[in-house]
């Protein structure tokens, strides 16, 4: 292959990030990697696709001790097809877990709103889990001003 | 700290197959396990690590919940009614104690 200026650019930038986020890992008890494992784990080793969950969380939060977030799952939440649970996950707290909602056909909709503690800047997470076993992913990163962990 | 207060927000009345918004509110520090005290001794864990909605003894909603969750845990969902019925709310503690409170709802 030709090494063209465009391809060492991207190669260069490419390196970057990565050293970057490197960095970033060392210091944290989760990391990304902790928190993929307790995604596998919540759906029983199924690979989660796209669509129909939403994760709505704010883009800046100034105090990590309290951060707002819904999630919203498209379901007709009928006996024969609902959402039977959605769990949220935190990829940069001492520990990935935040909750693990579960819904009922008497739930009507799945949509749920709750508070959470985020340690530093990092990736929330909401996994959706239907009854037919699907299971769906959606992903915010939240940047988070006064840590909500320590102390 | 006081014994945790629960509170909650339902409506009195509905239509049949109405779904309807529910608030609650537990006053709780949810001591995360994950800080220290002046001397650098682990303060130990306590929170609320369960939340349960029932309506007429049929599960609506309930939650397991970890030390990530902020204090006074706050949840709002939702909830179908067809029938006049008693919604039951249940927190229970590390330390084995349930906090609980109920709501009637009128459905016409």
Redesign the interface.
């Known amino acids: 292959m030709q090494v063209s200026r465009r391809n060492l650019l991207s190669l260069s930038a490419g390196a970057a990030v990565l050293s970057l986020v490197g960095g970033r890992l060392a210091p944290a008890g989760a990391t990304p990697a902790a928190a993929g494992e307790a995604v596998m784990a919540f759906t029983g080793g199924t690979e989660p696709q796209t669509g129909r969950i939403t994760l709505t969380a704010p883009e800046i939060a100034e105090n990590g001790?309290?951060?707002p977030i819904s999630v919203n799952v498209d379901s007709p939440?009928t006996d024969a097809d609902y959402v039977q649970s959605v769990t949220i996950l935190?990829e940069g707290?001492?520990?990935p877990?935040?909750?693990?909602?579960?819904?009922?056909?008497?739930?009507?909709?799945a949509?749920?709103?709750?508070?959470?503690?985020?340690a530093e800047t990092q990736n929330v997470i909401a996994v959706a889990r239907m009854s037919d076993g699907s299971v769906y992913m959606d992903k915010k990163e939240v940047k988070v001003t006064i840590g909500?962990?320590?102390? | 700290m006081a014994t945790p207060k629960p509170r909650v927000k339902v409506p009195k009345k509905a239509s049949a197959g109405d779904i309807i918004e529910i608030k609650t509110l537990i006053s709780h520090e949810m001591e995360s396990g994950q800080r220290k005290d002046k001397e650098g001794k682990a303060i130990p864990r306590k929170i609320i690590n369960k939340f349960t909605c029932t309506f007429n003894g049929a599960e609506v909603f309930s939650c397991d919940i970890e030390p990530a969750i902020a204090a006074n845990p706050y949840f709002e969902f939702n909830a179908k009614v067809t029938e006049n019925g008693t919604f039951r709310f249940e927190w229970i503690d590390d330390d084995g104690s349930v906090y609980d409170t109920e709501e009637t709802i009128t459905v016409s």
């Open positions: 001790n309290t951060v939440m935190a707290n001492p520990n877990e935040v909750a693990t909602l579960h819904f009922t056909p008497m739930s009507g909709v949509v749920a709103t709750t508070r959470i503690r985020l909500g962990c320590g102390g």
